[in-house]
C-alpha cells in the first residue's frame, strides 16, 4: 500500500484537518500520480459538509487534480514516468451501459465511481485530491497540454468540463447568441470557452461589479439582472442560457429571454425544486435541460481546445493548511474565480 498524505473531514460540517491513508499499490492497468494542485470546487464544500444527502467520513474532497506521473503499471500504454496529467470527477464506470459505450461514462447506468465521497466496485472508500498522490486507472486518466501551467489548468477537471459539454451539446459557436447566468468559478469558464468557440457571449450578473471582468474575460455583452429592464430589453434574445448558480432565480424571468427552440441549462444545482410556466415553455418550443461534467473523450477534447486556445482558470493559489478558510470565502463569492491548493505545502504541516 502506498502512504497517502491529506486533509480530511472527519465529519459532517468539521473542519478539515490532517489525514494519513493509505492508497492500493498501481495495479498492472493503473497510473500513479504525484499531485502537483487541486482546485477547490464548491461541490467539495457541500459534500464535506453533507449537505448533499449522505457521505462518507473521513472524506478528503478534490476532484480538480493536476500532477506528474510517478509509476505505472507493466499494462500501461498511454503515459509515462514524467507525464502531466490530471484527474476528474470520476475514476471508474461499468464500461457496459450504452452510456458508458458511447464515452457518456458520467451518466453510467450502475453509478460512475466518483473521485471522493464514492466507492470502487469492491466498495473501496474513494479519497480525492486533497492529497499528494492518487492511483487511478489509465482509462480515467488524462493528458495534461504541456503549454498550460498545472495550477491554473487544474479547475479545467471540473469547471471548464462541466461548462465546455454544454456549450459543445447545444453546439455554441459562431452566429449563437449564449448568456451565461453567474459569473464565478464556473461561470468564469463558461464565458472564457464559449467566447473562443465563436459565439456572442453576454453575462447575466446581478452584481454591477463584475462588469469590468467580464469582458476582461470574453463577454460582447454584461446585463444586471438587479435591473428590470434587462428582462425586457433581451426578450426573446439567446439561443442558450447557462445557469451557473444555485441562488434561487425567477425561472419564468430567464426561460423568457430565449428564442424559439432556445434552451436553458442548469449546472449550478438549485437547493429547491425548479418552478415554471407551462406557458414559457409551450408557445415557444423552448427547453428546460440539465448537463453534468463529460465523459472521458470529451474532457480530454476540452483540455486539448484550452491548450490550443491558451484557457486556463483565473485562480487564487493557497497552501493546503489554509483550506478551511478558502471554504468559507468561496461561501461568500470572495475569490476571483477558482482556489487552488499546492499540494507541496503538505509536506509543511
Known amino acids: 500500500m502506498l502512504k497517502t498524505q491529506g486533509y480530511a473531514a472527519p465529519s459532517a460540517k468539521a473542519l478539515l484537518e490532517p489525514y494519513s491513508f493509505e492508497r492500493r499499490e498501481p495495479q498492472d492497468d493503473d497510473v500513479a500520480i504525484d499531485i502537483k494542485y487541486c482546485g477547490i470546487c464548491h461541490s467539495d464544500i457541500h459534500q464535506a459538509r453533507e449537505e448533499w444527502g449522505d457521505a462518507i467520513f473521513p472524506m478528503v474532497p478534490g476532484h480538480e487534480i493536476a500532477g506528474i506521473v510517478s509509476a505505472v503499471g507493466k499494462k500501461v500504454t498511454k503515459y509515462k514516468v514524467g507525464d502531466k496529467v490530471g484527474v476528474g470527477c470520476f475514476v471508474d464506470s461499468c464500461h457496459t451501459c450504452p452510456q458508458c459505450q458511447q464515452g457518456l461514462e458520467q451518466y453510467c447506468s450502475a453509478g460512475p465511481v466518483f473521485t471522493y465521497n464514492g466507492r470502487e466496485y469492491d466498495g473501496t472508500h474513494t479519497y480525492g485530491g486533497y492529497s499528494d498522490k492518487i492511483v487511478v486507472k489509465e482509462d480515467y486518466v488524462l493528458r495534461m497540454p504541456n503549454n498550460l501551467p498545472l495550477d491554473a489548468a487544474a479547475p479545467l ?193
Request: net charge positive; with cysteine; glycine share 10%.
Open 157 to 349: 477537471l471540473c469547471a471548464g468540463i462541466t461548462l465546455y459539454s454544454p456549450l459543445r451539446h447545444w453546439q455554441a459557436g459562431p452566429g449563437k447568441k449564449v448568456g451565461i447566468i453567474g459569473l464565478g468559478g464556473l461561470g468564469h469558464m463558461g464565458v472564457k470557452i464559449a467566447h473562443a468557440l465563436g459565439a456572442e457571449v453576454t453575462v447575466l450578473s446581478h452584481s454591477q461589479k463584475k462588469r469590468e471582468d467580464a469582458k476582461r474575460l470574453g463577454a460582447d455583452q454584461f446585463y444586471s439582472t438587479a435591473d428590470p429592464e434587462t428582462f425586457t430589453k433581451l426578450q426573446g434574445y439567446f439561443d442558450l442560457i447557462i445557469n451557473t448558480v444555485s441562488a434561487e432565480l425567477d425561472w419564468n424571468l430567464y426561460l423568457g429571454l430565449l428564442k424559439v427552440d432556445g434552451s436553458l441549462v442548469v449546472v449550478g444545482i438549485p437547493d429547491k425544486p425548479i418552478p415554471i410556466g407551462a406557458f414559457y415553455l409551450v408557445p415557444h418550443r423552448r427547453s428546460l435541460a440539465g448537463s453534468m461534467i463529460g465523459g472521458i473523450r470529451e474532457t480530454q477534447e476540452m483540455l486539448d481546445f484550452c491548450g490550443k486556445h491558451s484557457i486556463t482558470s483565473d485562480i487564487e493559489v493557497i497552501p493546503i493548511q489554509k483550506v478551511n478558510e478558502a471554504y468559507d470565502r468561496v461561501v461568500k463569492s470572495d475569490v476571483k474565480y477558482r482556489f487552488v491548493i499546492d499540494m507541496s505545502s503538505i509536506k509543511a504541516q
